[in-house]
Nanobody
Framework: QVQLVEFGGGLVQAGESLRLSCLAS????????MAWYRQAPGKQRQLVAR???????IYATSVKGRFTISRSNAQNTVYLQMNSLLPEDTGVYYC??????????????WGQGTQVTVSS
């Protein structure tokens, strides 16, 4: 079993910054892709950014140029630096990770989510 715990959410004003962190722990063999998703009130959960183990990154169009995803493979941690925050960035941010066990079977895990609220 792998657990994902997010840190760093909060309430900020538009234009400010936040940094989210997600730490994976437990019986870890190899974590491949890691990602951040968000779910705004009344909307579906959507991808914000994804990073492969090798560092290949994709961003949602709405956050390009404002958000930066990064990771530490040694520390099984993924980060999301969020700058120039907008009210529409408000939502619950979830960490997601693809774990490959020693037997090779992949399992996808989710964190419990952290609330980000951006006031105008």
């Amino acid at each position: 079993q792998v657990q994902l715990v997010e840190f760093g959410g909060g309430l900020v004003q538009a234009g400010e910054s936040l940094r989210l962190s997600c730490l994976a722990s437990g019986m870890i063999f190899r974590i491949n892709d890691m990602a951040w998703y968000r779910q705004a009130p009344g909307k579906q959960r959507q991808l914000v950014a994804r990073i492969t183990r090798g560092g290949v990154i994709i961003y949602a169009t709405s956050v390009k140029g404002r958000f930066t995803i990064s990771r530490s493979n040694a520390q099984n941690t993924v980060y999301l630096q969020m700058n120039s925050l907008l009210p529409e960035d408000t939502g619950v941010y979830y960490c997601n990770a693809d774990h490959q066990s020693q037997l090779g079977s992949p399992v996808n895990y989710w964190g419990q989510g952290t609330q980000v609220t951006v006031s105008s």
